[in-house]
Nanobody, 125 residues
Framework: VQLQASGGGLVQVGGSLRLSCAAS????????VGWFRQAPGKEREFVAA????????FYADSVKGRFAFSRDSAKNAVYLQMNSLKPEDTAVYYC???????????????????WGQGTQVTVSS
């Protein structure tokens, strides 16, 4: 599945953004879908995900209560609503999908086969 992430931008501390990830070629149905982010000089880290069977979403502790993962099957898209943004949320955000990912691997970026190109989120203080 080919993925296209969008919706990033520059926002002030405490602001909100909604990221979108659209799939082409195939639907998200039956795929685990995850959001990851990579800050400058840091490794890519897990943000949120849902399993192939639709369980979740599951969140990193750092975003729990502030971010919300949702999906729109009719539009073949998933979203990451980000509220109460902090400077430490600044990163390139990626969506990823995989048709065979097991539940225990949802947080492991190396287990995802398909990746979008990333969208920059910058939170200014």
């Amino acid at each position: 599945v080919q993925l296209q992430a969008s919706g990033g931008g520059l926002v002030q501390v405490g602001g909100s953004l909604r990221l979108s990830c659209a799939a082409s070629g195939r639907t998200f149905r039956g795929h685990a879908v995850g959001w990851f982010r990579q800050a400058p000089g840091k490794e890519r880290e897990f943000v949120a995900a849902i399993s192939r069977m639709g369980s979740g979403p599951f969140y990193a502790d750092s975003v729990k209560g502030r971010f919300a993962f949702s999906r729109d099957s009719a539009k073949n898209a998933v979203y990451l609503q980000m509220n109460s943004l902090k400077p430490e949320d600044t990163a390139v955000y990626y969506c990823a999908a995989d048709a065979s990912l097991i539940h225990s691997s949802l947080r492991m970026q190396s287990e995802y086969a398909g990746w979008g190109q990333g969208t920059q989120v910058t939170v200014s203080s």
